[in-house]
């Protein structure tokens, strides 16, 4: 009796295709919590300009989680708001923040930052990086540990 060749070749491929989830990098495939968000300093490096294009941010943005408030440096002034987080998804409550007047480009960051913030869905954390998507997938913040 001859055994269907299908079978002997598809099953190899099934326990590979089992297999490959527990294999990877530290964070491949790993769940996001929020908590990883918490007891780092990220640094902004990049965001999407108001025409859809990457700018690197060479101007001091920062954020620091503790749990249920942001706060940190908007380009010129500081800022705080909370949040609430659930797996990868991410809200943020109104920002407040400090009033001071700076020079170009600073002022022009900062806008765009808070602008950005106020959009962000989801993150997702991959080893030193964290990137912020919007509710449609775009990433449009991109962040590296200080």
């Not at 598809?10 to 294999?23: D, E, G, M, R």
């Amino acid at each position: 009796m001859r055994r269907p060749r299908h079978l002997l070749v598809s099953l190899p491929f099934v326990v590979l295709a089992a297999l490959l989830p527990a294999c990877g990098g530290d964070d491949d495939g790993a769940a996001q919590s929020p908590a990883d968000l918490e007891g780092k300093a990220w640094v902004l490096t990049q965001f999407i300009n108001a025409a859809g294009e990457t700018d690197i941010v060479d101007v001091g943005v920062n954020a620091e989680f503790d749990g249920s408030t942001i706060s940190g440096v908007s380009g010129c002034n500081q800022y705080n708001t909370s949040y609430e987080a659930t797996g990868n998804e991410i809200s943020f409550g109104a920002i407040a923040g400090t009033q001071m007047a700076c020079p170009e480009p600073q002022m022009s960051v900062e806008a765009r930052y808070l602008e950005l913030l106020a959009t962000v869905a989801t993150f997702e954390i991959d080893g030193r990086s964290m990137s912020m998507a919007d509710g449609e997938g775009t990433p449009i913040l991109q962040f590296g540990q200080g």
